[in-house]
């Protein structure tokens, strides 16, 4: 399985989470680096504490799910 097929199913198990508060996430591109870039959309496209969500939530998930994910990017 290719590493943007890992993430999108690892992303798949997180949404439920930003769903039930409004928002979603899509997934934009994964560099060769391990890089995942992200965009937040709904509620949580601009919600005030989105950063945190992106780090502290989805960027750990991902990294315990898909090993090869080094960091998430908000585009």
Known sequence: MMLKEK????????RPALQADGGDVELVDVTEEGVVKLRLTGACGH????????KQGIEQRLKEKVSEV???EQV
Request: net charge negative.
């Open 7 to 14: 993430v999108e199913k690892a992303l798949e198990e997180i």
């Open 47 to 54: 919600c005030p504490m989105s950063n945190y969500t992106l």
């Open 70 to 72: 080094k960091s998430v």
